[in-house]
């Protein structure tokens, strides 16, 4: 899969960017519990706290499969996400304290997974990575750039 740009790597650590883009998520999360129910519109596409919940763990999934399938030698899956295009019935939802509960569970465990993996690469790995398509330092940077989905929601304020 090739990509048009690829993100920034100098002086970033693919693995810290990756922890890093979780932490600003939820910084964001914590005040979507105040959520009025009115979708954020940026560019041409609509957000709401679980539409930014599900990108970027879209976002973590998916590249991390393609990371795994490089390394195994395959060819990586195509993904057959509708992405940010669709805004479901689900993404509308009210965002509770229990919903950021799970996301933090759920987002942590992801962002430790490529943590972990990339940690485990050698400088090599990560700037020279078999397959097509970036490299896995500059993946993982673009998974960072995830934080995209948490800006378009924004900081909606002390939710106490």
């Known amino acids: 899969m090739t990509r048009a740009t690829s993100p920034t790597t100098v002086h970033r650590d693919p693995a810290d ?4 883009m979780v ?4 910084a964001r999360a914590a005040t979507w519990t105040a959520w009025d129910g009115t979708p954020a519109h940026v560019d041409d596409r609509v ?3 679980h539409k930014a919940i599900r990108r970027v763990a879209d976002h973590l999934v998916d590249h ?4 795994e399938a490089r390394l195994a030698g395959e060819e990586p899956q195509p993904d057959h ?5 669709i805004t479901t019935p689900a ?3 009210p965002f509770t304290q229990e919903d950021l509960d799970e996301a933090r569970s759920r987002l942590t ?4 997974i490529w943590a972990n993996r990339l940690h485990a690469l050698t400088d090599e ?5 078999p397959g097509e398509g970036w490299t896995f330092r500059e993946l993982a940077l673009h998974v960072a750039e995830s934080v995209y989905y948490a800006d378009a929601v924004g900081d909606l304020g002390d939710p106490s």
């Not at 960017?17 to 890093?20: F, H």
């Not at 991390?64 to 990371?67: F, V, W």
């Not at 996400?81 to 295009?85: E, Y």
């Not at 465990?109 to 430790?112: D, G, I, S, T, Y």
């Open 17 to 20: 960017a990756v922890l890093a």
């Open 23 to 26: 932490d600003h998520v939820f």
């Open 47 to 49: 957000y709401t706290p």
């Open 64 to 67: 991390l499969a393609e990371l």
């Open 81 to 85: 996400w509708h992405a940010s295009v």
């Open 91 to 93: 993404d509308l939802a």
């Open 109 to 112: 465990r992801l962002a430790r």
């Open 125 to 129: 790995q990560l700037d020279h990575s």
